[in-house]
């Protein structure tokens, strides 16, 4: 019974984060597409262009494999690079 009890907390957390982070409040939504121009480009001095160009107002770089938690944000550029710090992909969320 804990556990049933700790499990719906745990979703009724996550549920609330969700929809709460969803840009739903007249917050800029990412264009992934408009920084698609970046990939193959060095990260160190390209963060804030890219930012600027999907329109996003958060960015989260990370290495290809790094664990990144799962919560969503409409407002999110998501910058993927290799361990030279070339970036390999990017993606709204």
Do not use: H, W
């Given at each position: 019974?804990?556990?049933?009890?700790?499990?719906?907390?745990?979703?009724?957390?996550?549920?609330?984060?969700?929809?709460?982070?969803?840009?739903?409040?007249g917050?800029?939504?990412?264009n992934?597409?408009?920084?698609?121009?970046?990939?193959?480009?060095?990260?160190?001095?390209?963060?804030?262009?890219?930012q600027?160009?999907?329109?996003?107002?958060?960015?989260r770089?990370?290495?290809?494999?790094?664990?990144?938690?799962?919560?969503?944000?409409?407002?999110?550029?998501?910058?993927?690079?290799?361990?030279?710090?070339?970036?390999?992909?990017?993606?709204?969320?």
């Open positions: 019974m804990k556990a049933i009890l700790a499990a719906a907390v745990l979703l009724s957390g996550c549920a609330t984060a969700t929809s709460g982070s969803s840009g739903g409040d917050a800029m939504m990412c992934a597409n408009a920084a698609e121009r970046f990939v193959g480009l060095p990260l160190k001095g390209n963060e804030e262009a890219a600027r160009a999907a329109g996003a107002q958060v960015i770089a990370y290495v290809t494999g790094d664990a990144l938690t799962m919560d969503y944000r409409s407002d999110r550029l998501n910058i993927e690079t290799d361990p030279n710090g070339k970036i390999v992909a990017v993606s709204c969320s």
